[in-house]
């Protein structure tokens, strides 16, 4: 018995020395990543490529003389900074200056853009709302409106030509509380809802319009069935979406329980990983980085999306064309997911690519079908 008792002591000492060994280096390397990752600002853009960042650059002044900046020269330097996606230092130039110059309209709207480049687009349109409350010019009070109304349909338009109609419904209800009598939310919400086939949400949002509005009415006849015959013919048939004996399956490389596909975005090529759960397409900010200027498509905003691990917020670019063999989605949008690495793709194969075919995979013998 004083044996085992030894040897049992041993033991203990030992599994004890382990786990603190393995607690400092978990510690150790928590510190290091912190350290490495911690951002200046919230969901900031993806920085300039390595070959941006060798363009020459006007020399902006020291952060500590900000304050003494004329608002004709901060926008020249914010103009600068935004074609150069370099929002750390526009954040820490603008705050500088407003807190000398806190009422100075000007300035905030140039705030107002920053927040526009680096924040979800909604928070953003909402601080253009928050500013409708300040002391206005009557041209001030048009541009921010007017900038209100280009965002906002310029996000609805580009959302519903990729049919994200769930990213376009996360966008769009915070604006409908917001601005609960407006038009263009309320009818961008309801076709979110209806091309979702959320009907009761679809109705309780249009019943906020008048009973006969014409564009309400033109919604529910294009979207709600009107029969449960309507229902079953709406649905494609079984035999539509499993492959025909003569359609060749596109080959998937098998990683555990998830598939790799090779794809092309414009006319770079790019290994996805597929997932069903996502709503949107997506790369790294790593890869993202990697493309020429003329390849990163058109910024469109910040957006909320669903993942299979969850909801994240990144931003939105509609790139010309996503194609897998001679399958191709044009005018797609792709989100840009911030982080450096997913290992062994470069991005996610999401819904909004794959819901335009009858699509299936052969798990057995790893092969897309579209």
Sequence with gaps: ?????????ASLTLNVLLLTKIWQSDSD???????????????????????????????????SNFN?????????????????????????????????HPQDIDALLIEAELIAATEPLSEAIEHYYSLLSLPLSQSQDTQIRQRIITLTDEAIARLSDARAWDVLAMFVEPLVQLDPTERRYILALAQAYGQQSQFTLMENTLASLMPNDHDAQRLREA??????????????????????????????????????????????????????GASAS????QHFETLPRSERGTFIGRFTI????????????????????RYSVNNTTVMILPLDDLGVADGLLGMNFLKEFDFRIDQSNALLYL
């Design 223 to 276: 979207l709600i069935p009107k029969s449960e015959e309507q229902i079953v013919s709406n649905r494609r048939p079984v035999a539509e979406i499993t492959p025909k004996p003569r359609k060749q399956g596109i080959a998937l490389t098998r990683i555990g329980d998830q598939f790799l596909v090779n794809a092309k975005l414009n006319s770079s090529g790019v290994t996805l990983l597929i997932d069903t």
């Design 29 to 63: 390397a928590t510190n290091v990543l912190a350290k490495q990752n911690t951002p200046a600002l919230k969901n900031t853009q993806p920085v300039a490529s390595q070959e941006d960042a060798q363009e020459p650059a006007a020399t902006a002044p020291a952060t």
């Design 282 to 285: 997506a790369i790294t900010q």
């Design 68 to 100: 003494d900046i004329s608002i004709a020269q901060l926008n020249t330097h914010w103009q600068r900074w935004q074609r150069d996606q370099d929002y750390r230092s526009a954040q820490t130039a603008i705050h500088a200056y407003l807190q000398q």
């Design 306 to 325: 669903n993942t299979a691990a969850g909801q994240i917020v990144a931003p939105m670019y509609r790139m010309a064309t996503l194609s897998i063999g």
């Design 1 to 9: 018995m004083r044996w085992f008792a030894v040897l049992l002591s």
